[in-house]
């Protein structure tokens, strides 16, 4: 790695606004702030401290069940089974989403001096990701643009991702990325490296493929049943706020390689997995991966200080209730 690609990282760093991640990263290696920090988190995590908090949300859904498709069905079943699920936005038919209109909305946010600025200079304006060039980055508040909202705030969607975690999601994180095409000699980062996230006890997580993705530009890889409820939930099993990371000689040598699914596919290729799950992905090599990516969790998730609005606020009343409940409407 060069001097000015270091050098680069390094004032990212400083740039990230995430501070409240940060404080607590920083606070839990220092004893004995790091015992107290880890037994409140343990605390908050349990069982019936996590059911306690959700109690609302989980009422809120029991109350209103939806009806759900076969498509739905298939993308929990395989969530409880493998973890992962690949579909296309052709066969998981979205009503009102325009897969033109949103690639027309993305490329002109991309027009921007400032992602652009980013793009040219090979280098994100925050921390640990510094090869993701986010459209909207970490904001205080984000207004989603509609070609957006109709995907990730859509009723089908929600209802997918409610019925799976059994209760009313929260739209935690939402953006969209542009790998930048890495150099063979830069070592693998954060999320290139197989990992669980570690903001909830469950974690839905969607990608949109807005460009094609094959083996050298990054798709996500998810080692199947290492999900919550998994067949292999307890391989190198974390509990949050940690982060945990995986050699992939160690990995490689307790799972079997058809436990590993790769998610290889065209642009409109969508994907629902378990974050918690162990996973990989955006290692982009031969060319730029462009994607829209997703997190929903519950209300006992961390890091969740972004609020999301809707570029057009009078459309408010278009969504259904569990969507207005995602973004806290």
Not at 21 to 35: A, D, F, G, N
Not at 38 to 43: C, F, I, S, T, V
Not at 249 to 259: A, G, L, N, T, W
Request: glycine share 4%; proline share 4%; charged share 25%.
């Amino acid at each position: 790695m060069n001097n000015n690609l270091q050098i680069r990282m390094k004032i990212a760093k400083y740039r990230d606004v995430f501070l409240r991640r940060q404080v607590r990263v920083i606070l839990m290696k220092i004893w004995p702030l790091s015992i107290l920090i880890d037994r409140y988190y343990q605390a908050k995590f349990s069982t019936k401290n996590w059911q306690k908090i959700n109690k609302h949300a989980q009422t809120l859904w029991l109350q209103n069940p939806p009806k759900l498709s076969l498509s739905q069905h298939s993308v929990i079943n395989d969530l409880r089974d493998k973890g992962v699920h690949q579909t296309s936005i052709n066969n998981f038919i979205i009503d009102n989403f325009d897969f033109e209109e949103l690639n027309k909305d993305v490329n002109n946010l991309f027009l921007s001096n400032r992602i652009q600025k980013q793009i040219k200079k090979r280098c994100s304006y925050y921390a640990g990701k510094w090869y993701v060039i986010r459209a909207f980055g970490f904001k205080q508040q984000v207004n989603i643009p509609t070609s957006l909202v109709n995907l990730l705030l859509n009723e089908k969607i929600i209802d997918t991702v409610n019925g799976y975690l059994g209760l009313c999601s929260r739209l935690v994180y939402c953006d969209i990325w542009h790998n930048i095409p890495r150099y063979d000699d830069e070592p693998m980062l954060d999320s290139e490296l197989w990992h669980r996230d570690h903001e909830d006890r469950r974690l839905f997580k969607l990608i949109l493929y807005l460009s094609d993705v094959d083996q050298s530009n990054g798709p996500l890889e998810y080692v199947c049943g290492t999900q919550p409820g998994g067949d292999r939930e307890r391989l190198y099993s974390d509990n949050p706020p940690n982060c945990s990371y995986v050699l992939e000689e160690d990995i490689r040598d307790k799972v079997s390689s058809r436990h590993f699914y790769k998610c290889i596919g065209n642009s409109g290729t969508l994907i629902f997995f378990d974050a918690r799950g162990i996973h990989r992905g955006g290692r982009a090599i031969s060319s730029a991966r462009k994607v829209v990516v997703a997190t929903y969790a519950t209300d006992a998730s961390i890091d969740n200080s972004t609020k999301y609005k809707l570029a057009e606020p009078e459309r408010i009343h278009e969504l259904s209730k569990p969507a207005k409940y995602a973004i806290r409407a």
